[in-house]
Antibody, heavy 124, light 107 residues
Framework: EVQLVQSGAEVKKPGESLRISCQGSGYTFTNYWISWVRQMPGKGLEWMGR????????IYSPSVEGHITISADKSLSTAYVQWSSLEASDTALYYCARLDGSCRHSNCYAFDNWGPGTLVTVSS | DIQMTQSPSTLSASVGDRVTITCRASQSIGSWLAWYQQKPGKAPKLLIY???SLQSGVPSRFSGSGSGTEFTLTISSLQPDDFATYYCQQYNSYSYIFGQGTKLEIK
């Protein structure tokens, strides 16, 4: 069974750093890209960026580029998103999702499996 | 940048109804469109990909159509489990833009 297991909820202060994780299991981790999606309280879904775990090639949404860093450790089958300086506006639920970036499957580029989300609260 | 606009934002319907949600792209995206269902407190779930292909395990009452700039998600006969928020998404290898969502409520 494909699973994306995300790290637990975090409460941080503005200016603090943070890294959250997403570990894939039940499939070959390097065969799929990982995307990160943000959902602010009561709002819709917003794509943040994605990484190819084979070579760590990463692209970001213009709305978050420079504010977050997405990385992956293929030996741990884990992807990460990190902030060096959190802002109150980073308060959100963060989902990871996998996508077939090589079009081995007909649903390539669609987000076919999602993690349960990590709630990040940034408050002074 | 491509923008995705869903309508309506909220839809009230009854069990057994046939409902349609529309998604419009600001420029042609071919058939690179997906639909997701999200229930409160849960992660989104892929329903439809490439505009009209049903994801494995998704009930056949869900269907998608369209290409270019206009797309629809249809639920042929609403079931109690279908009341949720639905999102369209334009996607390719480097861009993944969601619509603002349509909340499907019980009338």
């Amino acid at each position: 069974e494909v699973q994306l297991v995300q790290s637990g909820a975090e409460v941080k202060k503005p200016g603090e750093s943070l890294r959250i994780s997403c570990q894939g299991s039940g499939y070959t981790f390097t065969n799929y890209w990982i995307s990160w999606v943000r959902q602010m309280p009561g709002k819709g879904l917003e794509w943040m960026g994605r990484i190819d775990p084979r070579d760590s090639h990463t692209i970001y949404s213009p709305s978050v580029e420079g504010h977050i860093t997405i990385s992956a450790d293929k030996s741990l089958s884990t992807a990460y998103v990190q902030w060096s300086s959190l802002e109150a506006s980073d308060t959100a639920l963060y989902y990871c999702a996998r996508l077939d970036g090589s079009c081995r499957h007909s649903n390539c580029y669609a987000f076919d499996n999602w993690g349960p989300g990590t709630l990040v609260t940034v408050s002074s | 940048d491509i923008q995705m606009t869903q309508s309506p934002s909220t839809l009230s319907a009854s069990v057994g109804d046939r409902v349609t949600i529309t998604c419009r792209a600001s420029q042609s995206i071919g058939s690179w469109l997906a639909w997701y269902q999200q229930k409160p407190g849960k992660a989104p779930k892929l329903l439809i990909y490439k505009a009209s292909s049903l994801q494995s395990g998704v009930p056949s009452r869900f269907s998608g159509s369209g290409s270019g700039t206009e797309f629809t998600l249809t639920i042929s006969s609403l079931q109690p489990d279908d009341f949720a928020t639905y999102y369209c998404q334009q996607y390719n290898s480097y861009s993944y833009i969601f619509g603002q969502g349509t909340k499907l409520e019980i009338k």
